[in-house]
């Protein structure tokens, strides 16, 4: 491999320091445009959330022929999903935030898979118990967001599987083995559970237009290391008679320690702010976090510090400044060397342990519902 391209990123695996335009030529996507972004922000007709405007959203395929359809009355639905390894942690919610303002705003449907099948396949180190128990404790961090009970249905694979499998079945056939084994890079030894399991993701974007005969537009916001699977799911949707559905893609996250991306595997306890965290944990965590601070407050403050490799502040910039304002404030202050780290924790931090206090609270109700959300029987009108 070339230099450039020391970086992996697989939906198994995300190793080094990816250089994001180059991942988006290698995968063949498109540039989320200012144009797109201005279609979108028209079309919301309100500000665009932090997640788009501040760049963590950067690449999609046929966002464009999507809204189009929109503004021709045809609705898309969403779709996005967790593979429940452990608990949730804020950069998981990257995907989810930006399905909720989506059906907040829109009014539109969403699909969320919850696939302890896979993480049962994916990670040896993890029993059906745990994957299972972890499907629901996510789901509830999850639905807890903000989403609509009414527009909102959940495949929790290991008990939606009589609602997948006729269409399991049809997509399976479509994929050659030659296929999986070049896009995932699967090695010989690999199970033959993970071999299938693609299939699996593919049929929530095929479920709603399966369910109403009838071809139902399909939006998946996503972590773009999930795009290999996507890819498989376009090349074979119009064999089937579904359309190809559309993508955003999310940038990874950086972790609290600074280390290039976030690893989907064995993430180090501190990397993270993980949502069962006590407050005290979380308390620790940003204390100890990576910044882009100098050696001693005398440089900084007259040096400043650079926001862009810092951890910190891209909890700012991801969730936790209160409007565009202040974000902007906290980085100007930052590299000014106004604001010094200490400081900067200090403030983020506040609002950090509000955002915990009110998603416990969300989180105990959403628990009446949650299990309603789960889809169970093989198609009938929703
Ligand atoms: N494979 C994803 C994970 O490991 C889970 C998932 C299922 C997903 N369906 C999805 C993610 C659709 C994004 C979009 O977390």
């Known amino acids: 491999m070339a230099p450039a391209d020391e970086f992996v990123v697989t939906p198994y695996e995300v190793k080094g320091r990816i250089d994001y335009v180059r991942l988006r030529e290698l995968f063949g996507t498109q540039d989320l445009t200012p144009d797109l972004l201005a279609r979108l922000h028209q079309i919301s007709g309100g500000d665009l959330p932090p997640l788009l405007s501040r760049g963590v959203y950067y690449s999609h395929r046929d966002l464009g022929v999507l809204l189009d359809q929109y503004q021709k009355g ?3 639905f969403l779709y996005s999903g967790r593979g429940p390894s452990g608990p949730l942690h804020t950069s998981h919610l990257v995907s989810f935030d930006l399905c909720r303002w989506l059906q907040k705003t829109l009014g ?10 896979e993480k049962f396949w994916a990670r040896s180190g993890l029993t059906r118990e745990e994957t299972a128990y972890w499907g629901m404790e996510n789901l509830y961090d999850i639905l807890a967001l903000g989403f609509d009970p009414k527009r909102t249905h959940v495949f929790f694979d290991s008990r939606s599987i009589a ?3 006729p269409l399991a079945i049809r997509v399976a056939r479509k994929i050659p083995y030659s296929t999986v084994k070049a896009v995932f890079g699967f090695e010989p030894s690999i199970n033959i559970g993970l071999v299938f399991y693609t299939a699996l993701q593919t049929v929530p974007c095929f479920w709603p237009s399966w369910a109403e005969g009838r071809s139902v537009p399909c939006l998946i916001p996503c972590g773009i290391d999930q795009d ?6 376009r090349d074979i949707a119009e ?3 579904y359309p190809k559905p ?3 893609h999310s940038q990874m996250l950086p972790g609290l320690l600074g280390e290039n991306a976030m690893s989907t595997t064995g993430d180090r306890e501190d990397n993270a702010l993980f949502l069962n965290d006590s407050h005290s944990a979380v308390e620790r965590k940003v204390r100890g976090a990576f910044t882009g601070g100098r050696a001693t407050v005398e440089e900084q403050r007259r040096l400043g510090a650079t ?3 810092c951890s910190v502040w891209a909890l700012w910039r991801t969730r936790f400044a209160k409007d565009d304002r202040e974000f902007e404030e906290v980085t100007r202050d930052c590299r000014s060397g106004a604001l010094l780290c200490g400081e900067c924790k200090g403030r983020v931090l506040e609002r950090i342990h509000a955002f915990y206090a009110a998603h416990a609270e969300a989180r105990i109700k959403v628990q009446s519902w949650a299990e309603s959300t ?9």
Not at 109 to 116: A, C, L, V, Y
Not at 374 to 382: D, F, G, M, R, S
């Open 163 to 165: 609602a997948l499998y």
């Open 374 to 382: 789960i889809i169970t029987e093989a198609p009938k009108a929703l």
């Open 108 to 117: 539109v449907r969403m699909f969320i898979q919850i696939t302890d099948d």
């Open 307 to 309: 926001p862009e490799i």
């Open 239 to 241: 064999g089937l008679g």
């Open 74 to 76: 045809s609705p898309f």
């Open 246 to 248: 559309a993508l955003l």
């Open 228 to 233: 290999p699977h996507f890819r498989v799911t």
